[in-house]
């Protein structure tokens, strides 16, 4: 099937300290945050001077990308698009229509099922598209990858990596990802397949990863998590876990940040800042395994997944587990996966 474009679709982040606020009105609303809370979560961004990474990890990955579809003498532009901060993906795909794109490839940068991991994109899609109206690009956003060999290659090598940083090879390896509602894990798969399939295929990658570095005992954890304390998010945090760790006697950890593509804020500062410091004031040893960021093998990752669209190349995968949106090999979305929570209204908050 022929396509136009590639579409890069990420979060996004400020660029400057004049972003910080406006970037995180741009992702709670509707959610009733408060604004102290904001102000809380902007002294994350201050600290670093107002600049979250991503911004430029994406186009470091969008040039990596172009220079491997250039070598495989693929032709295929590709445009960069946010969903909370410039360039929006509504000011990107009013471009690609004025461009004469008609009929587009989407990259989520998530490898994971789940409403924020996944569907929430689909939603980005459809409200660009809506915002541009009739004649706005066909946009066929590509799989999820979290189990594809590329994939877990990079984030083992890291591993190991860290290992020569700690010194030490029996130090425990910890994998991180971004912490979600409980509840809404239970809705990230279709009920048929037991639901949870955030989480799952989080476990799942993380054991792919462990069993190619070579590490039988490992833990699972997550990080990020926001919201009010009542409403029970997927546990244990990083930083509790590693004062369990300490408890039992362990010296030296390896984080791996397996539930990220890049080295964004979030990475940087509850791992490279909240998680280190807890680990150095334990008397505790702590590497931290980069992401793919720009490895060219994340590029070769996200050229095979064109392919498999416009050449029906079959998917590479280290895993039964089900991979949402693999509509080249017969495994769409589930018409209900990943539904958003219903939030409370205000008469129910009452």
């Excluded at 993380?206 to 699972?220: I, K, M, N």
């Excluded at 070769?300 to 050449?311: A, F, G, N, W």
Aim: proline share 7%.
């Amino acid at each position: 099937m022929n396509y136009d474009a590639l579409l890069w679709l990420s979060f996004g982040g400020p660029e400057g300290p004049d972003d910080v606020m406006p970037f995180l009105e741009n992702v709670t609303r509707g959610r009733g945050v408060p604004r102290e809370r904001l102000a809380e979560v902007a002294e994350h961004y201050h600290h670093f001077g107002g600049v979250s990474p991503i911004n430029r990890l994406n186009r470091e990955a969008i040039a990596a990308v172009e220079r491997e579809l250039a070598a495989q003498g693929i032709d295929l532009p590709v445009y960069f698009g946010n969903r909370n901060w410039h360039p929006m993906v509504e000011d990107t795909v009013a471009r690609m229509a004025a461009d004469g794109v008609q009929r587009a490839l989407v990259f989520s940068t998530s490898a994971y099922g789940g409403y924020s991991a996944c569907r929430q994109y689909d939603e980005d899609i459809q409200r660009a598209r809506a915002a541009y109206g009739e004649g706005a690009p066909q946009l066929v956003k590509l799989r999820q990858f979290f189990d594809h060999p590329l994939f877990v290659e990079i984030f083992a090598d890291g591993v190991r990596k860290a290992y020569e940083q700690v010194g030490d090879s029996g130090a425990r390896l910890v994998f991180v990802a971004h912490s979600v509602p409980t509840a809404a894990d239970a809705a990230s798969g279709p009920p048929e397949e037991g639901g949870h399939r955030y989480s799952r295929q989080v476990a799942e990658a993380a054991r792919l990863v462990a069993a190619e570095v070579g590490v039988d005992t490992y833990d699972v954890v997550w990080q990020s998590r926001s919201g009010p304390p009542q409403v029970p998010w997927l546990e244990p945090d990083i930083v509790d876990h590693i004062d369990a760790l300490h408890g039992d006697g362990v010296k030296a950890m390896v984080c791996c940040p397996v539930g990220f593509v890049s080295d964004h804020l979030e990475v940087i500062w509850d791992l490279d800042n909240e998680a280190a410091e807890r680990a150095a004031e334990l008397g505790m040893a702590f590497a931290r395994s980069a992401t793919p960021n720009a490895d060219p093998r994340f590029a070769q990752l996200v050229v095979e997944l064109i392919r498999e669209q416009t050449e029906n190349v079959p998917a590479r995968k280290l895993s039964t587990l089900v991979t949402g949106g693999d509509t080249a090999n017969g495994a769409p979305c589930a018409t209900r996966c990943c539904e958003p929570l219903k939030r409370p209204t205000a008469a129910q908050n009452a």
